[in-house]
T-cell receptor, first 109, second 111 residues
Framework: GQNIDQPTEMTATEGAIVQINCTYQ??????LFWYQQHAGEAPTFLSY??LDGLEEKGRFSSFLSRSKGYSYLLLKELQMKDSASYLC??????????WGAGTKLIIKP | IAGITQAPTSQILAAGRRMTLRCTQD?????MYWYRQDLGLGLRLIHY???????GKGEVPDGYSVSRANTDDFPLTLASAVPSQTSVYFC??????????FGPGTRLTVL
């Protein structure tokens, strides 16, 4: 079966750095996506990785290792507005997105 | 209109009633999707359409139907609602097999 695993909840301090991990087992791989979802709102696109390595976009970076079935999202200089759920999704061989349950990130002052 | 819109924002529905959730996009995206999101679970694909005139079944299609008469609209119909269909429903679109953009969602409660 297809499976995406990520921690249910994480807590971090304002101004700090947090790493959210995602491991996956899917039938085929056509890229990995990270989305941010604030409570009561729609998911919004953060990043896309299809090749191994690190993609940096401002305070957010995303890493992929296809051989390990592993990705992480790194958030630097945390702000209170970063309190949200972070969703990991893998595009499988049929070009359908398989979604993890999301990691709820709580930022404390 | 800018992006994707969904209607209604929320709805309380009696079991057994028929309900259509509306989704419209103005980005001329070929592909459109319907997901449901339940607490503790990832987004689950209900139905999708790769282009106008075609539709396909996702992971959880039972009890739902869709149509894609044109590029912009992708309505989702519950023929006879049941309490297990209580959920938040998101419509999404993408230019092709890449980044999906989501509508604001419809919160549906079936009693």
């Amino acid at each position: 079966g297809q499976n995406i695993d990520q921690p249910t909840e994480m807590t971090a301090t304002e101004g700090a750095i947090v790493q959210i991990n995602c491991t996956y087992q899917t039938s085929g791989f056509n890229g990995l996506f990270w989305y941010q979802q604030h409570a009561g709102e729609a998911p919004t696109f953060l990043s896309y990785n299809v090749l191994d390595g690190l993609e940096e976009k401002g305070r957010f970076s995303s890493f992929l290792s296809r051989s390990k079935g592993y990705s992480y999202l790194l958030l630097k200089e945390l702000q209170m507005k970063d309190s949200a759920s972070y969703l990991c999704a893998v595009m499988d061989s049929n070009y359908q997105l398989i979604w993890g349950a999301g990691t709820k990130l709580i930022i404390k002052p | 209109i800018a992006g994707i819109t969904q209607a209604p924002t929320s709805q309380i529905l009696a079991a057994g009633r028929r309900m259509t959730l509306r989704c419209t996009q103005d980005m001329r995206h070929n592909a459109m999707y319907w997901y449901r999101q339940d607490l503790g679970l990832g987004l689950r694909l209900i139905h999708y359409s790769n282009t106008a005139g075609t539709t396909g079944k996702g992971e959880v299609p039972d009890g739902y139907s869709v149509s894609r008469a044109n590029t912009d609209d992708f309505p989702l119909t519950l023929a006879s609602a049941v309490p297990s269909q209580t959920s938040v429903y998101f419509c999404a679109s993408s230019p092709g097999t890449d980044t999906q953009y989501f509508g604001p969602g419809t919160r549906l409660t079936v009693l």
